[in-house]
């Protein structure tokens, strides 16, 4: 753990783009989240790490009210993004979520074109003005996913026909095409091989520079990798939040050490 | 794994000794499998078995219904008789009944007799009951529409009478005949030698299919016209109805509404209904329909909605099977890229949920064809002789019958060729069941194949 050169990985931190404080979820009767608060900065990719049902899911959900879909969800405290409470009553949940982008777990491209999958994002939002601009947007979000030399030829067909990386570089594209200020990846590389999971980790790496991406990830190999910024969730709490060279090499809490160090998880 | 390390549970035997050897456990295991297997073998026999009896034995007394006995004769139409005015005015016309007509045919019977050289010893009152009453009647109505044949000599095929048409199809033999007020051994023997004469035959006829029903005494004119209406009439109604009706009310229960005690109380009542004797559906048909709204008796529209009701359930329950079965990482993904929930259930979820939905709606609507209760209630078993209009006419409110309650009302006839009349309109139904399970099949497949 200690040859993984985080130190030399400075952080740039402008501005905040997420603030959350106090925020409590609540899954029925289960206290899902605890007091979290956290402030993401832009054009940074934050991860979320921990033990399986820590919680760090169900928050980054929070972030564009997934969990509103979940009829037994409650979400207390407050969320900001740019300053603006999304749990604001005159907040729509559909504005926001064309705003903060979202990549699942699973790849799940729609049964549809590989085109049309891309397109989706922008012609509901109504993004393009007509078929040549709408092509624009579909080439530039699958130039971003670094997709496009490989559909290029193909855009017609299936997107469910791809392999698991690029049904997952897909989604990215989709993700991005609509043009999102903020990109939250709920364990983007949990269901691929180590060479699509690379693939994907580069792309973080450049998506950075236009979003501020959130990620949850099971391997800390992986959040030492893609991120600057690592928060540490256990048992619905955020035990500790900093820059991820000092997470990894010099932990505060002796929670996040015992997991950093393989002691639990 | 977790008993299976519990320490001391470890039975002695199990994964121990040798391979080739197999332990008590295993033989058991594999006898009760074996065992099963033939329980099932036993069954799926059992089920193929009925299943071919009960086919040969529909087919065998139905298929005839298909053919019908026909002697062919030439006819001259009588002005005196027909049109003594001789202004050929409908309703002048109209007057000379079918006892008017009776004679005309006699009297072309008795020639094609001698024609072909027939000594027969039957006075010309008992050669025409080789013909049906049916005949007369339907050469009235011929010259009624068309009064210009008044005064010609035609063609006529005649149908024959149902003991004659039961003589070629098996039903009816000489000894038989003795002990039979209707036909004598003498008539048979008429109509064989007409048959050789080539005056005579039995061929395919479709006119069991297109014409109306006929009254007890004349089997041999009964038809599925008018039931074949009626019943499509109704099929009609249950889809345009049903389907809309059946998935807003699925999509709504399963992606829109809040779970709460109401939703439950209507999940459990919808399932209920699903379970709710078809007669029941019948009677509440008679209470709103006809008692309260004032619905015509006997009507495809009445016959319709009630099949709606008791269809909707089977449609609520399929469409929302085929809505929960798909997976939610597409409603997910339609979500998170900002689609509001109903964009996200009509471009993406209900398209998926097609095949079910299909499936689901076609097997109600078989359901709904072969249903006959609640129509008795209505009074949909009413001897219907006149062909509803077309649905743009008010052919809806006419009244009608439907396949099912054909068959219940043929089987309660006594003359035993309506045997052969149910056996056939229960082909006829089978045929149409066949047909709409055929369609579920290459529709499910259709719309899977897409992707």
Same mark, same amino acid.
């Given at each position: 753990?200690?040859?993984?050169?985080?130190?030399?990985?400075?952080?740039?931190?402008?501005?905040?783009?997420?603030?959350?404080?106090?925020?409590?979820?609540?899954?029925?009767?289960?206290?899902?989240?605890?007091?979290?608060?956290?402030?993401?900065?832009?054009?940074?990719?934050?991860?979320?790490?921990?033990?399986?049902?820590?919680?760090?899911?169900?928050?980054?959900?929070?972030?564009?009210?997934?969990?509103?879909?979940?009829?037994?969800?409650?979400?207390?405290?407050?969320?900001?993004?740019?300053?603006?409470?999304?749990?604001?009553?005159?907040?729509?949940?559909?504005?926001?979520?064309?705003?903060?982008?979202?990549?699942?777990?699973?790849?799940?491209?729609?049964?549809?074109?590989?085109?049309?999958?891309?397109?989706?994002?922008?012609?509901?939002?109504?993004?393009?003005?007509?078929?040549?601009?709408?092509?624009?947007?579909?080439?530039?979000?699958?130039?971003?996913?670094?997709?496009?030399?490989?559909?290029?030829?193909?855009?017609?067909?299936?997107?469910?026909?791809?392999?698991?990386?690029?049904?997952?570089?897909?989604?990215?594209?989709?993700?991005?095409?609509?043009?999102?200020?903020?990109?939250?990846?709920?364990?983007?590389?949990?269901?691929?091989?180590?060479?699509?999971?690379?693939?994907?980790?580069?792309?973080?790496?450049?998506?950075?520079?236009?979003?501020?991406?959130?990620?949850?990830?099971?391997?800390?190999?992986?959040?030492?990798?893609?991120?600057?910024?690592?928060?540490?969730?256990?048992?619905?709490?955020?035990?500790?939040?900093?820059?991820?060279?000092?997470?990894?090499?010099?932990?505060?809490?002796?929670?996040?050490?015992?997991?950093?160090?393989?002691?639990?998880? | 794994?977790?008993?299976?390390?519990?320490?001391?549970?470890?039975?002695?035997?199990?994964?121990?000794?040798?391979?080739?050897?197999?332990?008590?456990?295993?033989?058991?295991?594999?006898?009760?499998?074996?065992?099963?297997?033939?329980?099932?073998?036993?069954?799926?026999?059992?089920?193929?078995?009925?299943?071919?009896?009960?086919?040969?034995?529909?087919?065998?007394?139905?298929?005839?219904?298909?053919?019908?006995?026909?002697?062919?004769?030439?006819?001259?139409?009588?002005?005196?008789?027909?049109?003594?005015?001789?202004?050929?005015?409908?309703?002048?016309?109209?007057?000379?009944?079918?006892?008017?007509?009776?004679?005309?045919?006699?009297?072309?019977?008795?020639?094609?007799?001698?024609?072909?050289?027939?000594?027969?010893?039957?006075?010309?009152?008992?050669?025409?009951?080789?013909?049906?009453?049916?005949?007369?009647?339907?050469?009235?109505?011929?010259?009624?529409?068309?009064?210009?044949?008044?005064?010609?000599?035609?063609?006529?095929?005649? %149908?024959?009478?149902?003991?004659?048409?039961?003589?070629?199809?098996?039903?009816?033999?000489?000894?038989?005949?003795?002990?039979?007020?209707?036909?004598?051994?003498?008539?048979?023997? %008429?109509?064989?030698?007409?048959?050789?004469?080539?005056?005579?035959?039995?061929?395919?006829?479709?006119?069991?299919?297109?014409?109306?029903?006929?009254?007890?005494?004349?089997?041999?004119?009964?038809?599925?016209?008018?039931?074949?209406?009626?019943?499509?009439?109704?099929?009609?109604?249950?889809?345009?109805?049903?389907?809309?009706?059946?998935?807003?009310?699925?999509?709504?229960?399963?992606?829109?509404?809040?779970?709460?005690?109401?939703?439950?109380?209507?999940?459990?009542?919808?399932?209920?209904?699903?379970?709710?004797?078809?007669?029941?559906?019948?009677?509440?048909?008679?209470?709103?329909?006809?008692?309260?709204?004032?619905?015509?008796?006997?009507?495809?529209?009445?016959?319709?909605?009630?099949?709606?009701?008791?269809?909707?359930?089977?449609?609520?329950?399929?469409?929302?099977?085929?809505?929960?079965?798909?997976?939610?990482?597409?409603?997910?993904?339609?979500?998170?890229?900002?689609?509001?929930?109903?964009?996200?259930?009509?471009?993406?979820?209900?398209?998926?949920?097609?095949?079910?939905?299909?499936?689901?709606?076609?097997?109600?609507?078989?359901?709904?064809?072969?249903?006959?209760?609640?129509?008795?209630?209505?009074?949909?078993?009413?001897?219907?002789?006149?062909?509803?209009?077309?649905?743009?006419?008010?052919?809806?409110?006419?009244?009608?019958?439907?396949?099912?309650?054909?068959?219940?009302?043929?089987?309660?006839?006594?003359?035993?060729?309506?045997?052969?009349?149910?056996?056939?309109?229960?082909?006829?139904?089978?045929?149409?069941?066949?047909?709409?399970?055929?369609?579920?099949?290459?529709?499910?497949?259709?719309?899977?194949?897409?992707?």
């Amino acid at each position: 753990m200690n040859d993984m050169r985080h130190v030399e990985r400075t952080v740039r931190v402008d501005t905040t783009k997420i603030t959350a404080r106090d925020v409590q979820v609540f899954y029925g009767d289960t206290h899902a989240i605890r007091n979290v608060s956290v402030d993401i900065p832009d054009k940074t990719v934050t991860a979320f790490i921990g033990p399986s049902g820590c919680g760090k899911s169900t928050f980054l959900r929070c972030l564009n009210r997934m969990n509103d879909t979940i009829s037994v969800a409650r979400v207390e405290g407050r969320i900001e993004i740019d300053g603006e409470d999304i749990y604001d009553r005159r907040v729509d949940p559909v504005q926001l979520r064309a705003k903060v982008g979202m990549v699942f777990q699973k790849p799940n491209p729609f049964p549809k074109s590989i085109y049309d999958n891309v397109a989706y994002g922008p012609r509901i939002h109504g993004l393009a003005r007509d078929r040549a601009d709408l092509d624009g947007i579909v080439e530039k979000a699958l130039r971003r996913a670094a997709l496009w030399a490989e559909v290029k030829d193909r855009l017609s067909a299936a997107g469910t026909g791809l392999s698991g990386g690029q049904q997952q570089r897909l989604c990215i594209a989709r993700a991005v095409a609509t043009s999102p200020e903020v990109l939250l990846m709920d364990e983007p590389c949990s269901a691929l091989d180590p060479i699509a999971t690379d693939q994907v980790e580069n792309l973080i790496h450049e998506l950075r520079e236009n979003y501020s991406v959130v990620i949850v990830t099971h391997s800390m190999s992986q959040a030492s990798r893609v991120s600057q910024k690592t928060a540490y969730f256990h048992l619905g709490e955020l035990v500790e939040y900093g820059e991820t060279g000092q997470i990894f090499t010099n932990p505060q809490d002796e929670r996040t050490e015992n997991y950093i160090t393989g002691r639990i998880g | 794994m977790t008993d299976a390390t519990a320490p001391g549970a470890v039975p002695s035997g199990a994964g121990q000794g040798s391979l080739l050897a197999r332990d008590t456990r295993t033989a058991k295991r594999n006898a009760a499998e074996g065992r099963f297997k033939i329980y099932g073998l036993v069954a799926v026999c059992i089920g193929i078995a009925a299943l071919i009896v009960l086919l040969t034995s529909i087919l065998t007394s139905g298929l005839s219904a298909f053919r019908q006995t026909t002697i062919d004769m030439q006819v001259t139409l009588d002005e005196e008789r027909l049109d003594p005015s001789g202004a050929r005015d409908y309703d002048e016309m109209a007057r000379v009944t079918t006892f008017g007509y009776a004679p005309l045919l006699r009297d072309g019977l008795q020639a094609t007799i001698a024609a072909a050289g027939i000594e027969a010893d039957l006075d010309p009152g008992d050669a025409m009951d080789l013909i049906s009453d049916e005949s007369i009647a339907q050469l009235r109505n011929r010259v009624l529409d068309n009064p210009d044949l008044v005064g010609q000599t035609i063609d006529l095929t005649v %149908l024959a009478s149902g003991r004659i048409d039961g003589f070629y199809k098996g039903r009816v033999s000489y000894a038989s005949a003795e002990l039979d007020s209707n036909v004598s051994p003498e008539q048979l023997r %008429l109509a064989e030698a007409l048959e050789e004469r080539g005056a005579l035959r039995t061929g395919l006829d479709w006119r069991f299919l297109t014409a109306p029903d006929a009254s007890d005494t004349r089997p041999e004119a009964a038809g599925l016209g008018v039931a074949i209406l009626g019943s499509a009439y109704m099929m009609l109604i249950v889809l345009v109805l049903a389907l809309p009706i059946g998935v807003a009310a699925s999509i709504y229960l399963e992606e829109f509404a809040p779970q709460n005690r109401w939703t439950d109380l209507i999940e459990v009542n919808i399932s209920n209904l699903a379970a709710v004797p078809s007669i029941v559906f019948g009677i509440l048909g008679l209470a709103i329909f006809i008692n309260f709204a004032g619905l015509p008796q006997s009507a495809p529209i009445v016959g319709g909605l009630v099949l709606t009701l008791m269809t909707l359930p089977t449609i609520i329950i399929a469409t929302r099977a085929a809505l929960k079965a798909v997976p939610p990482s597409i409603r997910d993904a339609a979500l998170g890229l900002g689609a509001s929930k109903m964009q996200s259930v009509f471009h993406h979820v209900l398209p998926l949920a097609m095949p079910g939905i299909l499936t689901g709606t076609i097997i109600g609507l078989a359901q709904a064809l072969g249903e006959t209760a609640p129509l008795l209630l209505i009074g949909m078993v009413a001897f219907v002789r006149e062909y509803p209009d077309t649905p743009l006419d008010g052919g809806f409110f006419d009244p009608a019958t439907a396949l099912p309650v054909q068959v219940f009302n043929w089987t309660q006839r006594s003359d035993p060729a309506f045997v052969e009349r149910a056996s056939g309109a229960i082909i006829v139904l089978l045929a149409f069941l066949l047909l709409m399970n055929l369609t579920a099949v290459f529709l499910r497949r259709r719309f899977e194949r897409r992707w």
